[in-house]
Nanobody, 115 residues
Framework: QVQLEESGGGLVQPGGSLRLSCAASRSIFSTYIMGWYRQAPGKQRELVATISTGGRTNYADSVTGRFIISRDNAKNTVYLQMNSLKPEDTAVYYC?????????WGQGTQITVSS
């Protein structure tokens, strides 16, 4: 059974930092592209960042230069380091594992950026 378990969400002030973690089943981590998506109230879910098995990264324009995605293959974990957070980063953040047309999602973790 595939599982993606997120952690690290919470409330942070503008300009602050948070790190999200997503622990994945060993069965998929070595072959799937891992990523983070987010969904703000009233908006569609959108891509934040992805990382391939070889470490190639891709970021949404809105987070480039502020967020860093990384993966620890020994721990089957993908991270999202979020710096210089803005109120518009407020959303539920979802971990995603994708291989061609197969995708798995975590349950989501809330990030609120507010003073």
């Amino acid at each position: 059974q595939v599982q993606l378990e997120e952690s690290g969400g919470g409330l942070v002030q503008p300009g602050g930092s948070l790190r999200l973690s997503c622990a994945a089943s060993r069965s998929i981590f070595s072959t799937y592209i891992m990523g983070w998506y987010r969904q703000a109230p009233g908006k569609q879910r959108e891509l934040v960042a992805t990382i391939s098995t070889g470490g190639r990264t891709n970021y949404a324009d809105s987070v480039t230069g502020r967020f860093i995605i990384s993966r620890d293959n020994a721990k089957n974990t993908v991270y999202l380091q979020m710096n210089s957070l803005k109120p518009e980063d407020t959303a539920v953040y979802y971990c995603n594992a994708r291989l061609f047309n197969i995708a798995y999602w975590g349950q989501g973790t809330q990030i609120t950026v507010s003073s």
